[in-house]
């Protein structure tokens, strides 16, 4: 089992900046992709954004491209999404994702989820 707990959302203007966090705790951090994806009210779960196993490789969706930077550190079992550039449209809950075989899109081959954290982009 992989436990991981968001962290880091809040109210912010647009134009702001915000960063989460998601610590994991339970087995081997490392052996995991870690995704992060998020769902506004009454619209499906969507993909933020992945990084790989050792961090040397991320992914991004298109509508967060060059705002939006994901990290990690393995050493503190923590993964990060610093969000810069924010926009009203990227207001929703904000979940990590953890997956032995990827670190994509693909919301079926992630394993463990967190709980979640609000993220309210105001204009």
């Known amino acids: 089992q992989v436990q991981l707990v968001e962290s880091g959302g809040g109210l912010v203007q647009a134009g702001g900046s915000l960063r989460l966090s998601c610590a994991a705790s339970?087995?081997?951090?490392?052996?995991?992709?870690m995704g992060w994806f998020r769902q506004a009210p009454g619209k499906e779960r969507k993909f933020v954004g992945g990084i790989s196993w050792s961090g040397g490789s991320a992914s991004y969706a298109d509508s967060v491209k060059g705002r939006f930077t994901i990290s990690r550190d393995n050493a503190k079992n923590t993964v990060y999404l610093q969000m810069n550039s924010l926009k009203p449209e990227d207001t929703a809950v904000y979940y990590c994702?953890?997956?032995?075989?990827?670190?994509?899109?693909?919301?079926?081959?992630?394993?463990?989820w967190g709980q979640g954290t609000q993220v309210t982009v105001s204009s």
């Open positions: 994702a953890a997956s032995l075989v990827t670190y994509d899109s693909r919301v079926t081959e992630y394993e463990y």
């Open positions: 339970g087995r081997t951090f490392s052996n995991y992709g």
